[in-house]
Structure formats: structure tokens, C-alpha cells
């Protein structure tokens, strides 16, 4: 990327992603799973509704950017989220299969051509977009596969392919993905990956415009912007990002109510709920747990003395 470019960028962020810094992010974790998952939540709580001729230029359309489901909305909109927490994502597309059932060739969603890499026909669009956080593959579309394996037979004819018979789901795959690379790197003389994996691969020639494509829908990132905000306030997730990159203990009201056992206090810990930040690492013992509720004054709202 160069100079024009990555300003360009930094302007989409700011302008998209109301980013609360002037450069894009550059921090890739490590991010805790318990945040991950929360994240992911906010991020797949968006619903979108296909309408014509809203905010879609046309010609992006006839790219074949809808084809193979919601994976362009809800990693666009994860890039935004990841950007609003300061965490590098960066829009990318390239070939996606996984693998459902026990036959290597029925059972897989496939998004790619013939050499398990994207291309681009005449037709469309033969891919998958998802995210690069660092050495990180994040894709927060994964659990709406299941759901879009009923267009196989729209995408194989996008491929010029003969029509297979449906997938067989094993397995219910996860709401995301968000690991190192090299978990989703294929394997060498193997077909396709084993049941539940997944293998993202690259791109086989000129990949489209991402600059044109996030203007394309920045109206549409923009009327979620609010919905993100509150699910970040909602999870506390810049204070517990904060506190893990800064070494100290992040924990709620709930999680030391369940230390003590009560359930009385742990049901009123979660209508009063809260986080707390405490200075370095530490193990949260039920006494401290105890102490903590006393110093906010939750034990006495429960009915304790």
C-alpha cells in the first residue's frame, strides 16, 4: 500500500469507523477468547436486508460481491469494529473451503474456482472476503454457511461446474473464525480439509477495487456505527482490551458473585452488572471476590450484611 493509499484508508476509518485515532490500527493481539467471542456477537447481531437499487452501485453487483452469502457485509462490518478497538483488520478475498460431511467432494462449502483459489469469470465473483488482523485469519460469517450452502447450485454455475449434490452437515459450524494463519493453511497432497477445518487460500489474478468497494458501502457501515458502539459499551470491551494490554485483571460482577457461590448475589450481580479493573495480574480468590462486592456495596443491595 503506499502514501495515497494508506491515507486514503486512514480517511475511511475515520470516516466510516468514527476511529478514535488518525492512523489505522496496528495492534493484532493477542485477544483473549472470552473477547473474541464477545465481539463476534456484536458483529453477527447486525441483520442486513438485501433491497435493490439502495446504496449499491450496480456494478459491483455484477462482480459477483453477493454471491456466496453475507460474508462481504459482515467482515466489512468487522473491520469497523475491529478498527473502532484499535485492532489492525484489513478487508481481504480470496478462496474459502470447508469441509461438513465425510465425502471430500460433496461435503464442503466452496467458495473458489477449480484450483481452490478465487477467480473471477466472466460471471462474477468466485470467492470468499474475510479478515487479516496480523498473522490472524478472522472471518465473523462463518456461522451463516450452513445457511448459505443452499446457493451451491448458483455458484457452481457461476464456475462454469456441473451441479453436485448437497452437502451433508456433519458438524454445526462456529459463529467465526479468528486464529493464526497456519490453522487454516492447506495441506499438501490432500483434497480438501479435514471435517470442520477450514483452508483459506489466495487469488488468481487482478483482485478488485477495495478502495471503491468500502466506498460502495460506506453508507451501509455507517447506519451500523451506532449498533456497534453499543454492543462495545454493552461488553466493556475497550476497558477489558485496556486492561489486558496493559497487564491488569478485568472481571465482572457476575464472574465474582460466582466465586462466592451465592446465588442471591449472582443474580443481583447480573441487573447491577459491572466491570471491574484491578492493577496487574491477579488471582481473584472467592475472599477477594468477597471483599470487591462488599467495597462496591452489591452484598448489601442483595439482602447481605
Keep these: 500500500m503506499n502514501r495515497k493509499q494508506r491515507r486514503a484508508a486512514e480517511a475511511r476509518a475515520r470516516k466510516a469507523g468514527n476511529a478514535p485515532t488518525t492512523k489505522l490500527p496496528t495492534w493484532s493481539g493477542p485477544v483473549p477468547d472470552d473477547i473474541k467471542r464477545d465481539i463476534a456477537k456484536v458483529v453477527r447481531s447486525v441483520e442486513f436486508q438485501f433491497v435493490d437499487d439502495v446504496g449499491i452501485d450496480k456494478s459491483v453487483e455484477q462482480e459477483g460481491a453477493f454471491i456466496g452469502g453475507m460474508c462481504l457485509f459482515r467482515n466489512l462490518a468487522g473491520q469497523v469494529m475491529l478498527w ?3 485492532i489492525a483488520a484489513k478487508i481481504a478475498l480470496g478462496g474459502m473451503i470447508y469441509r461438513t460431511g465425510p465425502d471430500e467432494r460433496r461435503d464442503v462449502v466452496a467458495f473458489c474456482g477449480e484450483n481452490n483459489t478465487g477467480v473471477k469469470t466472466a460471471l462474477g465473483l468466485g470467492g470468499h472476503y474475510f479478515l487479516i488482523s496480523g498473522d490472524n485469519i478472522v472471518d465473523f460469517s462463518v456461522g451463516d454457511w450452513k445457511a448459505d450452502s443452499a446457493h451451491a447450485p448458483e455458484h457452481e454455475h457461476l464456475m462454469g461446474l456441473a451441479p453436485t449434490e448437497p452437502a451433508h452437515w456433519e458438524i454445526e459450524p462456529p459463529d467465526f473464525f479468528w486464529a493464526e494463519r497456519s490453522a487454516f493453511t492447506p495441506r499438501d497432497g490432500t483434497f480438501t480439509p479435514e471435517l470442520g477445518r477450514a483452508w483459506y ?14 466506498d460502495d458501502f460506506e453508507p451501509t457501515l455507517k447506519s451500523v456505527t451506532k449498533h456497534l458502539n453499543h454492543g462495545i459499551k454493552f461488553y466493556a470491551l475497550k476497558e477489558r482490551l485496556f486492561a489486558m494490554r496493559n497487564g491488569h485483571t478485568a472481571m465482572r460482577f457476575s464472574e465474582l458473585a460466582k466465586l462466592i457461590g451465592d446465588p442471591r448475589l449472582i443474580a443481583k450481580a447480573k441487573q447491577q452488572e459491572r466491570l471491574i479493573v484491578l492493577r496487574g495480574k491477579r488471582d481473584i480468590t472467592p475472599d477477594d471476590a468477597r471483599a470487591l462486592i462488599a467495597e462496591a456495596g452489591l452484598d448489601r443491595e442483595a439482602g447481605h450484611c
Design 84 to 86: 473502532k478497538l484499535e
Design 201 to 214: 487460500t489466495g487469488w488468481s489474478g487482478e483482485p478488485p477495487d477495495f478502495d471503491r468497494l468500502f
